[in-house]
């Protein structure tokens, strides 16, 4: 296992040593993380629970059905004392009511945010915890501020979170944001009021919520008239730096679950005209990529847009299963993904380049977009295509070589 580890870390550094320089290679070996597939505190106490006179749904076990069925049998006092008593276990219930998860969430972090304050100001812990403490105190109490839609959230660890810009109850075009590296409690909102201008508009697509405030707000400009929701889902335990967690499938594979429990929990609790359109970007297209194989919407076919990615962890699209439609955008120059060898060797590497024209995908363009955050800018031709596809408005999407031959026949 050291050896691999080893020869893991000596090929990242050898890429970013080859094409970001030696600065970034210094950064590329990290800790390994440790994947969350169990369900949050409380869980074992909800289970246990025989309050109702008859067993509580498994946070563990039960699909999102199952959880609609429950949810939906209970009184409203009833739903209340269980936000109230379980917070945790109702806010990350796929298939709970939504308004539900998003009180329950607001609840769970007041009770993390008090916890967080206490750490802060413990002058018996190291430095480096009483500092972490504030910075996650400073997160949640801008996740805290009215308004703001909480669909997911969970402490353990780095901390994992899911957002909802736009009505979802009603929405007629849903989306769902899959973010790759380095995404977590601390980073999901990246926005910084004192920078403006272009300087604050790139530190914003540095986070999930950025990112899916660009596309709901290119979405609502393309078509006024549609209602949407975009989802940024940081639901799953990121690859910190380009080590070797970021060369491996092995944080994807436990997140894919994750990603399939929340669709199955749209399809109960929204209700769009159209398949949630997926977007994933770097390693959270090998995220959808593990998970394409089970996505089988009754909305039909589900567009699946990857962009800066280091391969789908497939050889081609048509691995990838005939439930989604695959599209990649053009790497832009400055992306330093294209860096990346495209290719699987003993569990090394995500496979081959989603763009390549035998891959199989419909290639758009990215023209504007700068780096590997920079595809969901304001005035880029990808975050116009984002919104175009997400609405299902195929024939203004712009194809990487101009002539119509990603859309042909849709």
């Known amino acids: 296992m050291r050896f691999r580890r080893t020869l893991i870390a000596a090929m990242v550094s050898f890429t970013v040593l080859a094409g970001t320089g030696a600065a970034a290679a210094g950064a590329a070996v990290s800790d390994e993380q440790i994947a969350i597939t ?195 889902w940081s639901g799953y335990v990121t690859p910190v730096g380009l080590g070797a967690d970021a060369a491996t499938a092995r944080l994807a594979e436990a997140a894919a679950p994750r990603l399939e429990s929340l669709l199955a929990g749209l399809n109960l609790t929204s209700h769009p005209v159209a398949a949630p359109t997926l977007l994933c970007h770097s390693y959270g297209s090998v995220v959808c990529g593990i998970a394409a194989p089970h996505i089988h919407s009754t909305e039909g076919v589900t567009d699946m847009v990857v962009f800066g990615s280091p391969g789908m962890d497939v050889q081609n699209a048509a691995a990838l299963g005939d439930g989604v439609r695959v599209w990649a955008a053009a790497r832009n120059p400055g992306d330093w993904i294209g860096n990346v060898p495209y290719l699987e060797i003993g569990g090394l590497g995500h496979g081959a380049d989603p763009t390549s024209p035998d891959f199989g995908s419909h290639v758009i363009a990215s023209t504007g977009a700068n780096g590997h955050n920079g595809y969901l800018a304001d005035g880029t031709t990808s975050l116009r295509n984002f919104a175009d596809i997400a609405l299902g408005r195929y024939a203004d999407v712009v194809c990487s070589n101009n002539n119509g031959a990603c859309v042909s026949g849709l």
């Open 38 to 232: 169990t369900p949050p505190a409380g869980s074992k106490a909800w289970v246990h629970d025989q309050w109702l006179g008859h067993d509580m749904p498994n946070p563990a076990k039960a699909t999102a059905a199952e959880a609609a069925d429950f949810f939906g049998s209970l009184s409203q006092a009833q739903q209340q004392r269980l936000v109230r008593d379980y917070p945790l276990v109702v806010g990350n219930f796929d298939g709970a009511p939504l308004a539900l998860r998003y009180q329950a969430n607001a609840l769970a972090m007041e009770q993390e945010l008090s916890r967080q304050k206490d750490r802060a100001a413990n002058s018996a812990l190291a430095v480096t915890d009483r500092s972490a403490a504030a910075t996650r105190v400073a997160m949640l109490q801008k996740l805290l501020v009215p308004g703001r839609q909480i669909l997911a959230f969970d402490p353990r660890g780095r901390g994992l979170v899911a957002e909802v810009y736009g009505d979802l109850a009603t929405a007629q075009r849903v989306s769902v944001l899959v973010p790759g590296s380095d995404m977590d409690l601390a980073h999901f909102d990246r926005s910084d009021p004192s920078l403006t201008g272009t300087a604050g508009a790139a530190q914003a697509l540095k986070g999930a919520a950025g990112v899916a405030q660009s596309l709901h707000a290119e979405e609502s400009r393309v078509s006024p008239g549609t209602s949407t929701a975009v989802i940024a």
